[in-house]
């Protein structure tokens, strides 16, 4: 059978992004990081670490791959903070990125390994962002806001094959023999719109199996995000 991750849930990774429109500048960065770096080492979290770099941009078309802008790239700066349980393993992190350019904006992003349950993971979520996530959306306009589920489920029964129907009968009408009847490994993605309160949401899907070392042996796997 295909067993959630946890006992109680099957959530590996939940992610939260706010994206604005503008970029922020390097004041606005600061501001932002000494802020931050206020309320750090309450949250249990690492010293920030900066970042920089090239974002490259490209687009298909009848010329082939051209870059969006002259430089066929765009400044990439911000910084990140994380809280780790060991050298291998990072229990919560906290990013922010801005890149300029035509295609230029910014992200503040929290990620977590930590998902217990709905109430515990808003009340760090919201203990994580108010230090700078009022002054981080009143500087320009939201893009989006996107929740990120990344949910993972292992097939038990080893010594045979865990098939797509097994998991979600739906599957079985989109999955060919080979990743049905054989065991190869599969992928797949589907996306709709539902009516919200504030108008469509976009819902996105995306299976992905994947063969993994766990505690030794090698588990079948299907990740769902």
Excluded at 4 to 14: M, Q
Excluded at 112 to 127: I, M, N, P, Q
Aim: with cysteine; proline share 5%.
């Amino acid at each position: 059978m295909w067993a959630p991750f946890a006992e109680s849930h099957s959530i590996e990774r939940i992610r939260v992004v706010i994206a604005l429109k503008q970029p922020l500048g390097q004041k606005k960065i600061r501001e932002l990081q000494g802020s931050f770096e206020a309320a750090r080492e309450g949250l249990g979290f690492d010293p920030l670490v900066e970042t920089s770099g090239a974002a490259l941009a490209f687009q298909f078309g009848p010329a082939g791959i051209v870059p969006l802008s002259d430089q066929g790239k765009n400044t990439l700066a911000g910084w990140q903070a994380k809280r780790s349980i060991s050298p291998d393993f990072v229990a919560e992190a906290l990013t922010l990125n801005t890149t300029d350019g035509p295609q230029g904006g910014a992200t503040l992003t929290y990620e977590s390994t930590e998902y217990t349950r709905w109430s515990v993971f808003a009340e760090r979520l919201h203990r994580v962002l108010n230090p700078i996530v009022q002054s981080y959306i009143g500087h320009g306009d939201i893009a989006t806001v996107f929740l990120e589920f990344y949910d993972r489920f292992n097939w038990t029964n080893q010594g045979s094959i865990g098939r797509p129907s097994d998991f979600l009968p739906a599957l079985s009408i989109a999955m060919p023999s080979a990743a049905m009847d054989d065991g190869e490994l599969w992928h797949m993605y589907r996306g709709w719109f539902e009516a919200g309160s504030h108008g469509k949401l976009l819902i996105n899907q995306n299976f992905d199996c994947q063969d993994l070392q766990l505690n030794g042996q090698n588990v079948r796997t299907i990740q769902v995000l």
